[in-house]
Every structure is written in C-alpha cells, then in structure tokens.
C-alpha cells in the first residue's frame, strides 16, 4: 500500500502538486469525471501511452490521498472499479481553470491532441 504523504508544504500548491504531480494523475482524474466508475483496463485504454505500473502506482497514490476511491467486489475473476471520491470531484472541479488554460495554449501555439480514437479529449 502506499504512504500517505503529509508533507510539510510551502504553499497550498505545494501540497495541491504533491497530489496531482506526475503526467498521469490529472489524466486519469479527468478520465473518471468524464467516465464515472472505471475498471482498471478501461483507464489504461483510455489513457494511452501509460504503461500498467505507472497506472497502478499512480492510482494507489490517488487512493493513499483520498482523491480515488478503490472498490474490490468478490466476484470470480476478481473485479475492482475506481471512482472519484468527493475530495477528488472537488479536485478535478480545481484543476478545470488550468484546462481551460491548457487548452488556450493548445490554440495558441498551434499544437496537436492525442489523437484518443472513438472517445473525446480533455
């Protein structure tokens, strides 16, 4: 299981990046605020490029921080569902600024999206 981190902090971003930090965690936020209740696998192939540990790892990070919630059902093969908690909805309503910073830049600069197939961009 992974520690919960606690700091000590110089600011409230400080603490904010500790839990979001990382190139995924804001992504598999905003996966499971578009999407609801996610399996691990529906995660990973909406997020591509992230490789299973770094998905693992940063999922077990967001459950340690209270961001995620992890629910493990008895059934055969076992099935565990991930889904924002309160704290992670008012996170991801948080981070919703700096997207619609990100996606000003985008326009800006004139950059390409990662092309996600059938599914809509953040």
Request: proline share 7%; with cysteine; glycine share 14%.
């Amino acid at each position: 299981m992974h520690a919960k981190r606690s700091g000590p902090y110089f600011c409230g971003i400080d603490a904010a990046m500790d839990v979001v930090g990382g190139k995924w965690k804001s992504l598999i936020l905003w996966e499971l605020a578009e999407h609801g209740v996610r399996r691990f696998g529906e995660l990973r192939r909406g997020l591509p490029g992230v490789s299973e540990k770094m998905l693992g790892q940063h999922l077990g990070e967001l459950v340690a921080d209270g961001v995620v919630e992890r629910t493990v059902y008895p059934d055969v093969p076992p099935r565990v569902e991930y889904a924002l908690t309160p704290e992670g909805a008012l996170l991801n309503a948080a981070l919703a600024p700096l997207g619609a910073w990100g996606k000003r830049r985008i326009e800006r600069i004139g950059a390409p999206k990662v092309a996600l197939g059938l599914q809509n961009g953040p």
